[in-house]
């Protein structure tokens, strides 16, 4: 399953849809401003 490209997601994508339920469940407009792991990415 891991292959389907469904599964396959950035962090950035991951941390863009936990602000939209956030925000649709709770109405807080939040996106963490530290990124883990970053240092992966350079």
């Known amino acids: 399953m891991g292959l389907l490209r469904q599964f396959q997601r ?7 849809i936990v ?3 956030i925000k649709a469940k709770y109405g807080i407009d939040y996106y963490p401003a530290n990124v883990p792991n970053k240092y992966l990415s350079s």
């Open 10 to 16: 950035t962090e950035q994508q991951i941390y863009q």
């Open 19 to 21: 602000s939209i339920l």
